[in-house]
């Protein structure tokens, strides 16, 4: 039952929709602004990029929608009826407060592509990002680039606190709020100095060895971490807890343990023989690299640019 005032019923507002009907489109009035202005159907079409016939059409079916002639035709070109001329100054009016909508809108997406904040757990801000920023400064050379660089559980909350506006992780599982796509792959590995009891091993560790061990670790939170934990059936045993990767590398190559690294990250200590690989049987330590955004809000501008990247 509709709302009443003393027993009346209350006017119905012009709802968005109603408007849509009522009003001209703005292409339509932008046509007769021009042949206002020019005095001829056939020149405001060619001036609008569009066909006579075209305009023809658009200007019938606004004085259909209106209700009224707008334009006079005849040999010698168009000129506007009286009500022409008085929706014409309407129509100035609409087209001049859109252009200043129009306007806002830019500087609105010049401000956001202005600076672009990522959020990037520590292998990916290592060894993915550098290549990718460098290639996106090639693209957006005006874009202002800060890099957060934490554990994916960090990453997870700047991007919910909009403290970023695109994140990468390593984890297993995609943190809650958050929407994601696969970007790349990667391969835990472990590795231990030559000097380590392992480097000498002829067959293939244990996964139950590999769990009981002491390990020079990420902290909890972070992707790296949790992929093992994962693969372990549990809490991998810490022998140190570190908060870089470059530390856990660091600590590996000194020869203070064995630890669980990304294959990204060691390639150059492999090649040398700083580190020594570890063959391992029965875990998989294989993992997807996600882009992760909040939930409905798929990234836009510099941050879409990024993504695009990173799958090239």
Do not use: C
């Not at 009981?212 to 022998?239: C, N």
């Not at 029965?282 to 990024?306: C, E, K, S």
């Amino acid at each position: 039952m509709s709302e009443t005032d003393g027993g009346r019923a209350a006017p119905r507002s012009v709802t968005a929709a109603t408007l849509a009907h009522r009003v001209p489109d703005l292409g339509a009035l932008e046509l007769l602004l021009a042949v206002a202005r020019i005095g001829s159907l056939g020149g405001a079409a060619r001036e609008l990029g569009i066909t006579q016939p075209a305009a023809s059409s658009r200007v019938r079916s606004m004085e259909r929608q209106l209700g009224v002639a707008l334009v006079d035709r005849s040999p010698r070109g168009s000129r506007l009826t009286d009500a022409g001329a008085l929706v014409t100054d309407w129509a100035r009016r609409i087209v001049e407060a859109a252009e200043a909508f129009d306007a806002g809108a830019q500087a609105l997406r010049d401000r956001r592509d202005s600076r672009l904040r990522v959020a990037a757990s520590m292998t990916i801000a290592e060894y993915l990002l550098p290549g990718w920023l460098l290639a996106l400064r090639s693209q957006r050379p005006d874009t202002a680039v800060s890099l957060l660089a934490g554990n994916s559980a960090s990453v997870a909350e700047r991007l919910l606190s909009d403290e970023a506006d695109v994140g990468f992780v390593e984890g297993v599982t995609v943190p809650s709020g958050l929407d994601s796509a696969v970007i790349a792959h990667d391969r835990l590995i472990v590795v231990t100095a030559p000097t380590h009891a392992w480097a000498r091993r002829r067959r293939p560790l244990a996964a139950g060895e590999l769990a009981t061990t002491p390990l020079i670790l990420r902290e909890k939170g972070s992707g790296t971490r949790q992929v093992l934990d994962t693969a372990l059936g549990g809490l991998a045993r810490p022998l140190i807890e570190l908060s870089s990767t470059t530390a856990v590398k660091a600590a590996a190559v000194s020869g203070a343990g064995p630890a669980v690294l990304s294959e990204l990250a060691v390639g150059e200590e492999l090649a040398m023989r700083r580190l020594i690989r570890i063959p391992v049987h029965g875990i998989a330590l294989a993992r997807d690299l996600r882009a992760v955004w909040p939930t409905g809000h798929r990234p836009t501008g510099p941050a879409r640019d990024l993504l695009t990247l990173t799958r090239g």
